[in-house]
């Protein structure tokens, strides 16, 4: 039975699409009288919902050091009817192993490129050198091995990565090229949440894809999809459409993921059930916030609980009302783990303030004359556009002032929110985050303090619109740390 609560489908724009941006391995949709369906999400969940490995290192016995070996590779996959999609995957062939880590642990992430063409691999959210980012400057040519060697300063928290490459990071990440990555460490473990990965903690990377009628992927992007950042009809969860999991009848631990290239979605279960947020992108909140429903733009990632204890034998439809699909469905089935109560502290949050900030920067997000823009300028990988201090507090004021939604996301810190358009963030944005949304003619003021580490020409961090077909046509800049 097709239980989506309502289905906003439309083949529009299919027929304007063209060739420009195509990654080779995905196939050509909309052309040579091949049509494009309007979604291949049929609400009947019959596909068991798929939770990527995970993938916890190995100890070096002389330098004590955590080793983890990449291979970036050219894969094919079955999603749905009769074709097979050339894919990207990592060590597999398509999206990524769950890497996990400790705080306090010193890694080593060995990547050996085979998807043919030049890449990088960035750990978003992670705080590392600048020259171990997987920047456009940290190039991995195909047929080579990148080594990425950081030590884990932050808290437990929710991070992901992906390619990162000038031009092409739009066309590899929609191929497959996507993981998870978990940072754990002693507080959050103390607290009596739900944490045993795939049975009541699990990873979901939302994405959407078009399909050509015989379900095989689409990537090619019109100017007007660039401008507007391409939107795929079918939705997937962990590269599974319409999948159904089993939870046990307890509380259950989801990290969203908005992987998409530029979709916005609005999460909620069906019927506006509570829920509870303990997560922003870079760690706890404070405290649990009761909600019903939350809006992620691209990058962003949140950890919410559910509590499943009175639904056994139920079933519960996790949806976007943006789009008014239902993404995946969980069975509440018995529970046979020991139960778990979400505590009403999670963790002390330490806010900056306004008036420790040395200054207030602008960072305005334009659109015109075909382009895109920050500060009115567009990304020159051989300019620095912005300097920071190492421990300066400073104001970033982010205005977005086009018609359209962006969002913004800086590499090697993370920030705080001050204000929305004037007022006090909403309290589920109040936590410690490194990407925000800015829908259209909107603005946020950010406070941020780079504490980490220098980041110099040679090897700068990035900021950008997470929107990515906007920040391979140029909405990014490149700042250094001194």
Not at 87 to 101: E, F, K, Q, V, W
Not at 266 to 287: N, P, Y
Not at 426 to 441: C, Q, R
């Amino acid at each position: 039975m097709d239980r989506r609560f309502f289905l906003k489908a439309s083949a529009a724009g299919a027929a304007g699409l063209t060739a420009s941006s195509l990654l080779s391995g995905c196939g050509m949709g909309g052309m040579g009288g091949v049509d494009l369906q309007p979604s291949l999400n049929s609400g009947l969940f019959s596909r068991p919902f798929f939770t990527p490995p995970e993938l916890l290192g190995t100890v070096n016995a002389v330098t004590g050091r955590k080793v983890f070996d990449l291979t970036m590779q050219a894969g094919s996959q079955q999603f749905t009817g009769n074709g097979v999609t050339n894919t990207l995957g990592i060590n597999g062939n398509y999206l990524a192993p769950t890497l996990r880590m400790v705080q306090g642990d010193s890694v080593d992430l060995n990547v050996t490129n085979q998807i043919g063409q030049t890449t990088t691999l960035h750990w978003h959210g992670m705080r590392v050198p600048s020259d171990m980012d997987g920047s456009p400057h940290q190039e991995i040519l195909n047929n080579t091995t990148w080594n990425a060697a950081y030590s884990v300063i932050q808290k437990a928290s929710t991070n992901w990565y992906h390619p990162h490459p000038h031009g092409t990071t739009a066309s590899q990440v929609y191929a497959g090229l996507a993981g998870m990555l978990i940072v754990d460490d002693a507080e959050t473990a103390a607290l009596d949440l739900p944490k045993t990965y795939g049975t009541d903690d699990f990873p979901v990377i939302v994405q959407d894809r078009d399909m050509n009628a015989d379900g095989t992927f689409v990537y090619s992007a019109s100017h007007q999809e660039i401008m507007q950042g391409k939107k795929g009809l079918t939705m997937m969860v962990n590269g599974v459409i319409d999948p159904v999991l089993d939870v046990p009848a307890k509380e259950v631990r989801f990290r969203l993921l908005n992987g998409s290239n530029s979709r916005i979605y609005t999460f909620q279960w069906d019927g506006g059930r509570v829920f509870k947020q303990i997560a922003t992108e870079q760690g706890l909140l404070a405290s649990p916030v009761n909600l019903t429903s939350i809006t992620m733009s691209p990058g962003e990632r949140a950890e919410i609980v559910v509590d499943f204890s009175a639904l056994q034998g139920q079933g519960v439809l996790f949806q976007d009302v943006s789009s008014g699909t239902s993404l995946f469905k969980a069975n509440v089935v018995v529970n046979t783990i020991p139960a778990t109560i979400t505590p009403t502290t999670l963790t002390t949050i330490v806010p900056l303030t306004r008036t420790q900030a040395v200054r207030s920067r602008p960072f305005i997000l334009s659109m015109g004359q075909g382009n895109v823009y920050i500060n009115n300028k567009q990304m020159d990988l051989n300019r620095i556009d912005e300097s920071f201090a190492l421990n300066d507090i400073e104001i970033l004021d982010i205005q977005n002032t086009s018609n359209m939604d962006h969002n913004f996301h800086i590499h090697g810190a993370f920030f705080q929110l001050l204000t929305r358009n004037g007022a006090a963030p909403s309290i589920f944005e109040a936590g410690l985050k490194d990407t925000v949304y800015l829908p259209a003619n909107s603005r946020v003021e950010a406070i941020i303090k780079f504490t980490n580490y220098a980041a110099n020409a040679a090897a700068p961090f990035m900021y950008h619109c997470h929107i990515l077909e906007h920040e391979d046509a140029g909405m990014m800049g490149q700042l250094t740390v001194v």
